[in-house]
């Protein structure tokens, strides 16, 4: 018999939370952001959930090859561009968008024998200070990108540092205006976080990421309360064992927990190898038999344990949502320190994933 964890995918949700985005942003147009395997999702398994979309935005050229392979037809861009000038001939090959943020990456598509022009995302840096031209050179760049014969549509791009939290987007779009405001071209500036808090910047193509998969930019659930949002991943598993406890009796590793009366304790078949966080303390919310109750002790590889007593009837066998539909994959996140991105993308490998329609 298997594990009793589980990981259940809903494409239903997928599906809905694109269409609400689209409503959202009206005219512009939407790059799906399935980098990371579809934010530890599988793009194999929900990239169909999506193929409403408008484009595709990744990563990863093996990932972009898989969605040709599988039928995608539309636009793929690759939002870190291309690594190595031979990398080219694969971006022919399979007619991929690439981002462009270097002067090598100018000169090696100059340089390289295509079948055709390629469509070129040029990356500003209005300020996150990773990729991207220096917001200044902007028109100069711009004029350099549209000289050369293989290059084709010329989009202008830039990425928010702080869209997602009390600075803001301002400062930079002010920027990015000042320097590329009177350049005729389509542009691509917002993320998720821009599209649900400054539609000035929705432009021509918006791109969406974790707010496709039902979760908040922020990691603050009430930022995205209201909207309609549903989470696509679900994760669950049972109550394996239950201890009862005496008081100063420990739970754990470490002794971590110790309980300060009669109090019982399930022992659910989740752990850090299954992609819980390991640093979740005591109080990271989980719900049993659909009652939300709390961790408590240390998270080990394979197991975690909870406190039964908001949950008296709770058995081996009771259901635990460790994620999902009535639990936010936010809170769980802000419990332990990190965002709900992190969660996602930990998915273990060893978790049955199903999909349903």
């Known amino acids: 018999m298997p594990r009793p964890i589980a990981a259940t995918l809903h494409l239903s949700a997928l599906r809905h939370n694109l269409s609400l985005i689209r409503r959202h942003v009206g005219s512009a147009n939407i790059w799906s952001v399935v980098k990371a395997n579809a934010y530890g999702h599988g793009l194999a398994r929900i990239w169909q959930g999506l193929d409403a979309t408008d484009g595709f935005a ?5 990932e972009a090859i898989l969605l040709r392979e599988q039928g995608w037809q539309g636009p793929i861009l690759l939002l870190e561009g291309f690594f190595q ?10 007619r991929l968008t690439t981002t462009v943020h270097s002067d090598w ?11 055709a022009p390629l469509n070129i995302y040029l990356k500003l840096n209005s300020g996150m200070n990773r990729l991207g031209f220096p917001v200044g050179q902007a028109d100069a760049v711009w004029q350099w990108a549209n000289s050369l014969s293989n290059v084709g549509e ?30 005729p071209a389509a542009r691509c500036f917002a993320n998720s976080a821009a599209i649900l808090r400054n539609p000035e910047t929705h432009y021509d193509w918006v791109r969406p990421g974790i707010i496709l998969y039902g979760a908040s930019p922020s990691g603050d659930i009430a930022d995205i309360a209201g909207i309609g949002l549903r989470p ?3 994760l669950q598993s049972e109550i394996i064992a239950i201890q009862a406890l005496s ?11 110790s309980a300060s009366g009669s109090q019982r304790i399930g022992v659910v078949a989740c752990g850090y190898a299954d992609g819980y966080p390991r640093l979740a303390p005591s109080g990271t919310p989980i719900r049993v038999d659909g009652v939300l ?7 080990s590889m394979d197991m975690l344990t909870v406190d039964l007593t908001p949950c008296p009837q709770a058995q081996v066998g009771s259901q635990v949502e460790i994620w999902g539909e009535t639990l ?29 329609p």
């Open 328 to 356: 936010p994959i936010d809170n769980v996140a802000a419990a332990a320190g990190t965002v709900g991105y992190e969660l996602m993308c930990a998915l273990a490998a060893r978790v049955p994933v199903s999909v349903c």
């Open 105 to 115: 990456q100018l000169e090696a598509i100059n340089a390289a024998r295509l079948s």
């Open 58 to 62: 990744l990563l990863d050229l093996n």
């Open 247 to 257: 008081a100063g009796h420990q739970v754990g590793y470490g002794s971590r927990y």
């Open 293 to 299: 109750t709390q961790t408590v002790g240390a998270i």
């Open 85 to 94: 000038p031979q990398d080219l001939a694969l971006l022919d090959h399979y």
């Open 154 to 183: 010329v989009t202008l791009m830039s990425h928010f540092a702080n869209a997602d939290n009390h600075i803001g987007a301002g400062e930079q779009f002010s920027r990015i205006q000042q320097a590329s405001g009177h350049i």
């Open 232 to 234: 696509v991943m679900q």
